[in-house]
């Protein structure tokens, strides 16, 4: 049975990231994951001893996570939610391996979960697993209200959805879902702006104002439309680009306001 993967820290932002993953797989019949990983490390060096009485704690807590996320919701059937704990330094490591070793085909996080210190000992976030990952990955912002998904709007040039073609239709048929495909462009006076479909999939270019940026563009547009799901493709990046610049994607997770699916090819 196809899954989704939902990286939990006991974060307000993790248990709506949880609510939406529940209702997906509500919609297209998937099973959720609900996974934690457990931090082996209290500093750089220093290991923390875990017994099994509080890894049982753990687990208690996680399901009940799970059984207040679905009576919170308006769910079609009882969706399967399983908990899986592992021990790990690094959870973008600890998901990755997770996600290689089961059928996971997409992974759903909070953008805001463990900062700070944690963050520092852990090394990670939703933007590395987001980063770093070779299947979807959905990051949920934060104050986001878990709803019905209606729609994929993928975001692209319109020279490269042909590109993507395949990794759009796939991840649509995981989702069931309709969807579309916008191009931000702030000067409409020299290109054919018409409406278009490539292979099914309808497009069309939204103007947007010159002095905003291409995420802000994002942010503004896609703000008519609060039961929909961005769909945004990640270029590979070099490892000197990786530490020195953010990606048009990076800067856009950290002003969507409705949930940001990355895909590759």
């Keep these: 049975m196809p899954q989704i993967l939902v990286p939990f820290d006991h974060s307000d932002n993790a248990f709506i990231a949880l609510q939406q993953a529940i209702l997906i797989a509500d919609h297209n019949g998937a099973d959720v994951s609900l996974f934690h990983v457990i931090n082996m490390l209290i500093g750089a060096t220093t290991p923390m001893i875990w017994s099994d009485e509080d890894i049982q704690e753990i687990k208690e807590s996680l399901l009940n996570k799970i059984e207040k996320a679905k009576s919170s919701l308006v769910l079609s059937r009882d969706v399967r939610v399983e908990v899986k704990i592992k021990k790990g330094d690094r959870i973008v490591d600890e998901v990755l391996s997770e996600v290689a070793d089961s059928d996971t085909i997409l992974i759903v996080m909070g953008t805001h979960g463990m900062t700070g210190i944690v963050d520092k000992v852990l090394g990670t976030n939703s933007l590395d697993v987001l980063k770093e990952s070779k299947w979807p990955v959905m990051v949920v912002p934060n104050h986001w209200t878990a709803r019905k998904i209606d729609e994929m709007i993928v975001a692209t040039l319109y020279a490269e959805l042909n590109d993507i073609y ?57 703000r008519d439309f609060q039961n929909s799901i961005l769909v945004m493709h990640i270029q590979p990046r070099n490892f000197l680009q990786k530490i020195f610049q953010k990606s048009f994607t990076e800067d856009t997770v950290r002003v969507i306001e409705i949930p940001l699916l990355s895909i590759k090819k």
Excluded: H, M, W
């Design 166 to 222: 395949d990794s759009v239709i796939s991840i649509q048929e995981f989702l069931k879902l309709p969807v579309r495909a916008v191009q931000l462009v702030s000067i409409t006076e020299t290109i054919d702006v018409s409406d278009k479909v490539v292979k099914g999939i309808p497009f069309k270019y939204v103007e947007t104002k010159i002095e905003n940026s291409l995420a802000q563009g994002l942010r503004d547009y896609t």
